[in-house]
C-alpha cells in the first residue's frame, strides 16, 4: 500500500479518536445507556467507509442499501476533516478562557452546517463557457461547440437519477461534439450495469460523435470491465488512440497516467498531423509544458476536483502547475475541469461542480 494511503488512514483513525473521545467526555454525566448508543452508532458511521468499499462489487446488495452504505461512509471523511478543525479551534478558545464548556456542541453545529450547504451546492453544477481561438483550418466550418466533461463517478455514489438530470443540461446545449475526460465511472462497474445506465448514457447526442479517454478509477474498477460497459453505449473510447473527423480535426485521447508505458507526447507529434488542428483529452494534467512545445491546440483535463472542499484544494493547487481553470500557454489552450461530479462525500465546499462549453473558433 502507498505511503501516502497509510498515512491517510493513520490520520482518518486518530481524527475519530480524537472525536470520539471528546464526545464521550460530553455525554460524560448521561446514562451508560446513551453513551454506549453514541460509540456504537460513532463507530459504524466511522467503518462504513471501509464496508461500502468491500461490497462495491457485492450484486446480492440492493443498490438502495450500498448507495446509502457509501454516502454515509464517504460523507463520514468530510465530517471527520471539519470536526477535527472546529474541534481543534474550540479547545484552543477553552486554553484562554477556562469557562468555555460547549467546545463540542458549538464544533458539532459548526459542522452541519457545513456540510448542509456542501451537500445543497453539489445540486447546481455551473455551466462554465470558454471561447478559444485556434489558428489552423477546419474544412467547411470555422465554429464548433464542445461540450466537455470530466469526473462523473458512476456508481454508488452518483445515480441513475443524477445522470438523468446532467444528461438532460448536457443535450440542452446541443453541441457539436462531447468530450468525457476520464472517470466516467467511480470504483465498480457492478452498480453502473445494475441501474442500467448504459440506457441513459445512450441519450447524450452530439452528431460529430462522443469521445472519451479513460482515468485513473476505470483502472480502479477494472480497465476490462470499463472498456466492456463503454462498448454498450454510443460513446467511443480513445485510449492512446486518435480519431480524425470529417472537417479536419484531430482528437487524441491519451491513456491515463496510471499506465506508465502509455505514448508520449513526442509519440503523439510523430502520429498525427500537427498542421491541423488537434485536440487532446488526458485525465491527469501532467507535464502540461511538454504539450504547449509541442504545439498542439487544446488539451481538456479533469482529476483534480479542485480539492473538491476547503482546504483540500491548496494541496491540488500544489501538486499541479494548473488544477483548475483556464489557461494559454502560447498558442495551446488548457482547461482542467473540477468535475461534474464526486468521487466519494457528496459535498462541494468552497469549489463548484461544472461542465464546460468551449465555442471553439477557427481561422477562416
Not at 448508543?37 to 468491500?54: E, G, P, Q, R
Not at 478562557?97 to 455551473?126: D, E, M, R
Not at 454498450?232 to 508505458?261: E, F, V, W
Request: proline share 4%.
Amino acid at each position: 500500500m502507498p505511503l501516502i494511503f497509510i498515512l491517510m488512514l493513520v490520520s482518518y483513525l486518530l481524527g475519530n479518536i480524537y472525536i470520539f473521545v471528546r464526545g464521550l467526555q460530553t455525554l460524560g454525566h448521561l446514562s451508560l445507556f446513551v453513551r454506549g448508543t453514541y460509540s456504537t452508532l460513532y463507530w459504524v458511521c466511522a467503518l462504513l467507509l471501509f464496508a461500502s468499499f468491500a461490497l462495491r462489487d457485492a450484486k446480492q446488495v440492493p443498490f438502495p442499501v450500498s448507495h446509502t452504505l457509501f454516502q454515509i461512509g464517504s460523507g463520514w471523511l468530510v465530517f471527520t476533516l471539519y470536526m477535527v478543525i472546529f474541534l481543534a479551534c474550540t479547545d484552543l478558545i477553552k486554553v484562554f478562557n477556562s469557562s468555555f464548556s460547549y467546545g463540542f456542541v458549538t464544533a458539532l453545529a459548526l459542522t452541519i452546517g457545513v456540510l448542509v450547504y456542501g451537500y445543497i451546492n453539489y445540486q447546481h453544477p455551473n455551466k462554465q463557457v470558454i471561447n478559444i481561438l485556434i489558428d489552423k483550418h477546419l474544412l467547411n466550418k470555422d465554429k464548433l461547440k464542445i461540450v466537455a466533461i470530466s469526473d462523473w463517478h458512476l456508481g454508488l455514489g452518483t445515480d441513475k437519477s443524477r445522470l438523468k438530470r446532467n444528461i438532460d443540461r448536457i443535450n440542452a446545449e446541443n453541441p457539436d461534439i462531447i468530450l468525457i475526460g476520464g472517470d466516467l465511472i467511480d470504483n465498480s462497474t457492478t452498480p453502473v450495469i445494475s441501474q442500467e445506465m448504459d440506457r441513459d448514457l445512450n441519450r447524450l447526442h452530439a452528431p460529430m460523435g462522443i469521445y472519451m479517454t479513460p482515468g485513473n478509477h476505470e483502472y480502479i474498477s477494472g480497465i476490462d470491465n470499463c472498456i466492456d460497459f463503454i462498448r454498450t453505449t454510443k460513446i467511443q473510447l480513445l485510449r492512446d488512440s486518435a480519431i480524425m473527423l470529417p472537417c479536419g480535426l484531430q482528437i487524441i485521447g491519451r491513456d491515463d497516467y496510471s499506465n506508465r508505458n502509455r505514448l508520449t507526447t513526442n509519440d503523439w507529434t510523430r502520429l498525427v498531423d500537427m498542421s491541423k488542428p488537434t485536440i487532446i483529452i488526458d485525465h491527469q494534467p501532467q507535464h502540461l509544458s511538454g504539450i504547449q512545445q509541442a504545439g498542439f491546440d487544446l488539451q481538456f483535463s479533469g482529476h483534480t476536483h479542485d480539492g473538491q472542499i476547503i482546504p483540500l484544494n491548496f494541496l491540488t493547487n500544489y501538486l499541479f502547475d494548473l488544477s483548475y481553470g483556464y489557461k494559454k500557454e502560447g498558442n495551446t489552450h488548457f482547461y482542467v475541469s473540477s468535475g461534474l461530479s464526486l468521487w466519494g462525500p457528496p459535498f462541494r465546499i468552497g469549489t463548484n461542480s461544472e461542465f464546460v462549453v468551449f465555442e471553439c473558433s477557427f481561422a477562416k
